[in-house]
């Protein structure tokens, strides 16, 4: 027995959730990638290069930076797979107590950008699907 699909949600209805939840998104993972900048260029890394260090933990956000720069709902899927590295290196860094401000504003960060970008995802497609006119 097949199901039935469900209606999709009226574009009116979609539009506002679709702009916000970029917005959010978007904010998120420029805020994170400011973070880990700035913490990579004040902490002491024992000895690394930090130009290394950085490269490392920047390659993963550079790699769907293009894609959520220009709003792709695929580019969004992929960013709620990546950004899961970095809320696991907020809590690990959360729970050293000379990284726990660092820890917590990674984790936090990290978690809306997976929360946005997922409903950006699902709306995003649910409105492009509605303007080539499906029911």
Same mark, same amino acid.
């Given at each position: 027995?097949?199901?039935? #699909?469900? #209606?999709?949600? @009226?574009?009116?209805?979609? +539009?506002?959730?679709?702009?916000? =939840?970029?917005?959010? =998104?978007?904010?998120?993972?420029?805020?994170?990638? *400011?973070?880990?900048?700035?913490?990579?260029?004040?902490?002491? /890394?024992?000895?690394?290069?930090?130009?290394? *260090?950085? @490269?490392? $933990?920047? *390659?993963?956000?550079? /790699?769907?930076?293009?894609? &959520? /720069?220009?709003? @792709? #709902?695929? +580019?969004?899927?992929?960013?709620?797979? &990546?950004?899961?590295?970095? !809320? &696991? $290196?907020?809590?690990?860094?959360? &729970?050293? #107590? =000379?990284?726990? +401000?660092?820890?917590?504003? $990674?984790?936090?960060? =990290? !978690?809306?950008?997976?929360?946005?970008?997922?409903?950006?995802?699902?709306?995003?497609?649910?409105? $492009?699907?509605? /303007?080539?006119?499906?029911?």
């Amino acid at each position: 027995m097949a199901r039935k #699909p469900k #209606p999709l949600p @009226s574009t009116d209805w979609l +539009a506002p959730r679709v702009k916000a =939840s970029r917005a959010i =998104s978007l904010f998120c993972f420029l805020l994170l990638a *400011v973070i880990v900048i700035g913490w990579n260029l004040i902490a002491d /890394l024992h000895g690394a290069r930090t130009w290394v *260090v950085l @490269s490392i $933990q920047l *390659v993963p956000l550079l /790699l769907v930076a293009p894609g &959520i /720069l220009s709003g @792709s #709902p695929r +580019a969004h899927a992929w960013t709620c797979f &990546i950004v899961n590295l970095y !809320f &696991i $290196q907020g809590v690990l860094a959360a &729970i050293d #107590p =000379s990284r726990t +401000a660092y820890g917590w504003a $990674q984790s936090i960060v =990290s !978690f809306v950008l997976f929360c946005a970008a997922l409903m950006y995802t699902r709306w995003g497609y649910q409105y $492009q699907r509605r /303007l080539a006119g499906e029911a």
